[in-house]
């Protein structure tokens, strides 16, 4: 079995390369694709070194799946491509999220709208990865009616500038800006473009992701996402509208019955999530679970995740391996 990786000397991409050795993904092959620019360099990771060819080259050599994440831009112009080698891409961009004929993916959600004839499958937002993991268990027992979430983003879900910017700043260095204030010592209540009706795209993205991966088109949902100065790990404030009455003890016991969430919920001790301790790891955390005392049926909690983990690399990793066990591979041989 041949797998790519296209954008592989990103961020995410480095990532993906440490969690497909974690977690021994099965391969023959490992092709790493990366920009112009970037040909011909030596990349070593825990499977060893490789050379970076160009996008065009790893097509030709026409892998069983391709793990994309190099832009939105790109995915459009190639993703297409190689799907149409029989090949299974799995988009970490936004280009192909909300096209009705691609499958929008947490496989511990809804792992059972990947199809075989699906070529394409979108790796959700990793704001959104975080938030659902969490609402639909409560969803599936007690319905969701309304939730207002602000989330506490950091510089690493902008990419590599973003991450040097905030080192320059806190170095007393001028740099290449990727925001247009500083971000040290700030807040910044934007995260991607400004959209006609007043929201961001990262805001939206939330809305419309979630929606679709829970299946509740109509789910009111309202978002503000803001970036802080935090080098890795997003965090989610989230409050929760039910159609039941809260029982928080069973809510605490759902959620910790949940592979992939961990509840870390002790205030007397001082114990809950932060992005400092979910680094590197591939849990959703969830804490600071209490009632809203404003009104009937509705809770807090505070969520926190590795962005560039569970939030990207691992859960497209995830994928890839749920087309493994669904069998979509037997006659890969054969292409």
């Known amino acids: 079995m041949r797998l790519a990786i296209i954008g592989a000397t990103g961020m995410v991409g480095r990532v993906m390369l440490k969690v497909l050795s974690e977690r021994r993904f099965p391969f023959d092959q490992l092709v790493l694709a990366a920009s112009e620019k970037s040909l011909g360099t030596q990349i070593s990771s825990p499977l060893g070194v490789h050379e970076v060819v160009s996008i065009r080259q790893a097509l030709d050599l026409r892998p069983d799946i391709a793990l994309f994440s190099a832009g939105g831009q790109i995915s459009a112009e190639w993703a297409p491509k190689f799907a149409e080698t029989g090949c299974y891409v799995v988009d970490n961009s936004?280009?192909?999220?909300?096209?009705?004929?691609?499958?929008?993916?947490?496989?511990e959600i809804n792992a059972d709208t990947l199809r075989p004839e699906s070529r394409i499958m979108a790796n959700p937002n990793c704001s959104t990865i975080q938030l659902v993991m969490v609402l639909y268990p409560i969803h599936m027992e007690y319905?969701?009616?309304?939730?207002?979430?602000?989330?506490?983003?950091?510089?690493?879900?902008?990419?590599?500038?973003?991450v040097q910017q905030l080192e320059n700043e806190r170095a007393n260095q001028q740099g290449e800006m990727a925001y247009p204030y500083p971000i040290d010592k700030n807040c910044l209540p934007h995260c991607d473009v400004f959209l006609e009706n007043g929201y961001t795209k990262e805001e939206m993205k939330l809305v419309n992701e979630s929606r679709k991966i829970m299946n509740l088109p109509e789910l009111a949902l309202t978002a503000t996402a803001v970036r802080v100065p935090v080098q890795g790990g997003h965090s989610e404030s989230v409050n929760i509208e039910l159609e039941k009455p809260v029982v928080i003890g069973d809510i605490r016991r759902r959620l910790s019955e949940i592979s992939g969430v961990k509840v870390v919920d002790n205030p007397d001790v001082n114990q809950y999530p932060m992005p400092k301790y979910a680094e590197g790891k591939d849990e959703v955390f969830v804490g600071r679970i209490r009632i809203d005392e404003s009104q009937p049926n509705t809770l807090n909690m505070w969520i926190v995740a590795d962005n560039l983990r569970k939030g990207a690399a691992t859960n497209a990793v995830q994928i890839a391996e749920a087309i493994i066990q669904k069998g979509y591979l037997t006659n890969a041989s054969t292409k």
Do not use: F, N
């Open 143 to 162: 319905g969701l009616k309304r939730i207002v979430v602000s989330t506490y983003q950091s510089v690493s879900g902008t990419g590599k500038r973003a």
């Open 94 to 107: 936004s280009a192909w999220r909300m096209d009705e004929s691609c499958p929008l993916v947490v496989p």
